[in-house]
Structures are given as structure tokens and as C-alpha cells.
């Protein structure tokens, strides 16, 4: 009897343990809680005028919503002067890149960040519209795209896009 009673504690103490682990909430989001994630866009040139990249990290906030927060570069530069090719000078259009997490087909939020003839560095977080204690945050994307348009406003210049890339979130949520 003695042995069962120690046991029976052993496994109480460790269900307890299990448990506490698994309701366990942070009191601050960090980007460092979940395993970072690389992403790329770029737009649909023939030469790389314009191309985004850098991490997600995914976290699940304290109303129990999903972040991601966005790090990297977007770059608008003519290849001209290392290629000599002439189809990769300047082209007067400059890049813009969007960051929009999606619930199903429906935009949540979303971010820009634009350049022309150079790098930008960004990090900002997007917040998600789900609850994930729901169970609907698979739904949950984020959609990267990159379109580039006249910089003049002037020249009658149609705007185009690169093809749109979605990321998944990342997190462990218990």
C-alpha cells in the first residue's frame, strides 16, 4: 500500500506540473517565443528590381491573438552598373511590399513599406483577428506581395505585381 501512495503522489505531482506548464501564460509577448521563419517576395521582372526578405516569428498575445512580427529589407535597385544589361536600369518605378494577415478570404490587417533606388529595413508586429483558443487559427495567413508602380504620378504607367507568397503561423500554443 505504501508503494501505491507513493506513486499516486509521484503522478499527481507530475499531472499538476503538466498541467501548470500547459496553462502557463506569458505576461509579455516576445519575438524570441517562437523559432524564427525566413521569407522572400519579389516582384515579376525579368531583373530583380524589387525583393523583400527577412523572419517571422509567430506568438500568441495576451487576449490570446496571433502576432507575427516582420523583420528584414525590401530593396528597389536597377542592376545596371555590376549586370551592363540595359533591362535592369532604372525603370522609374519604385517597390512597395505588403504584409496582410488574412482570416480565410478576408483581410485582418496589413502593413507597407516602399522604396525607390534603394534598401529599406523594417520591423513592425501584425496583429491576427482570431482568438486561437477558438481553433479557427488555422485559417490565420500571411500574405507577402510585392507590386512596383510609376514613381511619377504623371506617366500613365500601369502598376504590376509580383506573385503573392503565404506563410503559415508558426507557433506552439500549449
Known sequence: MKCTTSLTRGSLALGTGLLAGVLAVPTTASADASPSQAF?????DACP??????????VVDQSWH???????????????????????????YESDASF???????????????????VVGFGFPLR?????????????????QICRSPVNSQIKAPTYCGKAVTYYPTYVTG
Open 66 to 92: 496571433a502576432v507575427v512580427y516582420v523583420n528584414g529589407t525590401l530593396s528597389d535597385q536597377p542592376e545596371s552598373a555590376s549586370s551592363g544589361s540595359f533591362a535592369c536600369a532604372e525603370d522609374g
Open 128 to 144: 491576427g483577428g482570431i482568438d486561437v483558443r477558438s481553433g479557427s487559427v488555422v485559417s490565420e495567413t500571411l500574405v507577402i
Open 100 to 118: 496582410t494577415i488574412y482570416d480565410g478570404a478576408n483581410a485582418v490587417t496589413t502593413a507597407h513599406e516602399q522604396v525607390d533606388n534603394g
Open 49 to 58: 528590381h524589387g525583393l523583400t526578405q527577412g523572419t517571422l516569428s509567430w
Open 40 to 44: 522572400s517576395a519579389q516582384s515579376a
